[in-house]
Nanobody
């Protein structure tokens, strides 16, 4: 069982940056792959970034070269650094664990989500 808690959502201007954090409550953090998924208003869930147990990362085209996923295994924490934010990045951002890459339906554990709003 894994419990996930996201932090860091906020309202920002376009072009700004935010860093989201997700703390995983598990003593087996190192075996999990973790992903960041988002749901924009009126749209379905989208996998946008993922990091596996080896530290290999993957990104959706919509965020590539702007977002960076990283982790601190000692703190059981995964981060999402979001730069050059656009209004279309607005949405609820979820951290998820034990999944495969950007495949939303593959993730077994989910956090409650944190809201990001980007204004133009």
């Amino acid at each position: 069982q894994v419990q996930l808690m996201e932090y860091g959502g906020a309202s920002v201007q376009a072009g700004g940056s935010l860093r989201l954090s997700c703390i995983a409550s598990t003593n087996q953090y190192s075996i999990y792959s973790l992903g960041w998924l988002r749901q924009a208003p009126g749209k379905g869930l989208e996998g946008i970034a993922a990091i596996d147990a080896k530290g290999e990362t993957g990104y959706a085209d919509s965020v590539k070269d702007r977002f960076i996923v990283s982790q601190d295994k000692a703190k059981s924490t995964v981060y999402l650094q979001m730069n050059s934010l656009k209004p279309e990045d607005t949405g609820m951002y979820y951290c998820a664990a034990q999944g495969v890459g950007l495949v939303v339906t593959s993730y077994a554990y989910w956090g409650q989500g944190t809201q990001v709003t980007v204004s133009s």
